[in-house]
Nanobody, 115 residues
Framework: QVQLVESGGGLVQPGGSLRLSCATSGISFSISAMGWYRQAPGKQREMVARITAAGSTNYADSVKGRFTISRDNAKNTVALQMGSLKPEDTALYYC?????????WGQGTQVSVSS
């Protein structure tokens, strides 16, 4: 059984930082690409950051320079370090795994940026 469990969301002030983590099980983690996506109410889901099995990364233009995605193959986890947070970063953030069979998604963790 495949499981993805996100943690680290919360309420922060503009300019603050937050680190999201995603613990996975039941997948071939080391050979799978991983990603973070987000969706705000009434808006389309968007890719925030993605990291391949080889370690290559790409980011949405809106977060480039502020967010960093990383993976720990020994622990089967992927993290998203978020800095210089803005109100427009407020959304439900989802962890994604691109497995050999299909994509898997976590339940999401809420990030709210407000003063």
């Amino acid at each position: 059984q495949v499981q993805l469990v996100e943690s680290g969301g919360g309420l922060v002030q503009p300019g603050g930082s937050l680190r999201l983590s995603c613990a996975t099980s039941g997948i071939s983690f080391s050979i799978s690409a991983m990603g973070w996506y987000r969706q705000a109410p009434g808006k389309q889901r968007e890719m925030v950051a993605r990291i391949t099995a080889a370690g290559s990364t790409n980011y949405a233009d809106s977060v480039k320079g502020r967010f960093t995605i990383s993976r720990d193959n020994a622990k089967n986890t992927v993290a998203l370090q978020m800095g210089s947070l803005k109100p427009e970063d407020t959304a439900l953030y989802y962890c994604n795994v691109e497995s050999l069979r299909r994509n898997y998604w976590g339940q999401g963790t809420q990030v709210s940026v407000s003063s």
